[in-house]
């Protein structure tokens, strides 16, 4: 029987750090999640599709962070599009591997409460999910 074939060498580790990495900070994720929502081909405007408000008080600094970090490193993996001019965001060509990993996670969000517990920023994204 032939051996498997080494994750390294088809790409699937790789890819698993990608969107860990991705989903890594809070920022994206929201920006991720806020593009689950929108039609393939469709942008979302920048910075609102990253932004809660009960928590973001700095939209310039939100904007700058965007722009110099967490747009690019979204957009390196190919799970965004984004433009400066109007400042928004679309999916990338492979976002549809991210998507199902946020499926999954926030169909499991009731499930996991300790996951959330404590933690007001989470708490509330749930609780905004549920209603």
Same mark, same amino acid.
């Given at each position: 029987?032939?051996?498997?074939?080494?994750?390294?060498?088809?790409?699937?580790?790789?890819?698993?750090?990608?969107?860990?990495?991705?989903?890594?900070?809070?920022?994206?994720?929201?920006?991720?999640?806020?593009?689950?929502?929108?039609?393939?081909?469709?942008?979302?405007?920048?910075?609102?599709?990253?932004?809660?408000?009960?928590? *973001?008080?700095?939209?310039?600094?939100?904007?700058?962070?965007?722009?110099?970090?967490?747009?690019?490193?979204?957009? *390196?993996? *190919?799970?965004?599009?984004?433009?400066?001019?109007?400042?928004?965001?679309?999916?990338?060509?492979?976002?549809?591997?991210?998507?199902?990993?946020?499926?999954?996670?926030?169909?499991?969000?009731?499930? *996991?409460?300790?996951?959330?517990?404590?933690?007001?920023?989470?708490?509330?994204?749930?609780?905004?999910?549920?209603?």
């Amino acid at each position: 029987m032939p051996a498997p074939p080494c994750q390294e060498e088809n790409g699937i580790v790789e890819q698993w750090d990608r969107i860990f990495g991705a989903l890594s900070a809070e920022p994206r994720r929201r920006l991720l999640v806020s593009l689950l929502d929108a039609r393939p081909e469709e942008y979302v405007n920048l910075p609102e599709a990253a932004l809660l408000k009960e928590i *973001d008080r700095d939209e310039r600094k939100l904007r700058s962070q965007l722009v110099h970090c967490h747009l690019p490193l979204l957009a *390196d993996y *190919d799970f965004v599009r984004w433009r400066t001019n109007p400042f928004q965001v679309r999916r990338g060509p492979k976002f549809e591997a991210i998507e199902a990993v946020l499926t999954t996670l926030l169909d499991r969000a009731e499930e *996991d409460p300790p996951l959330v517990a404590g933690s007001s920023r989470l708490e509330y994204d749930s609780d905004c999910r549920t209603e």
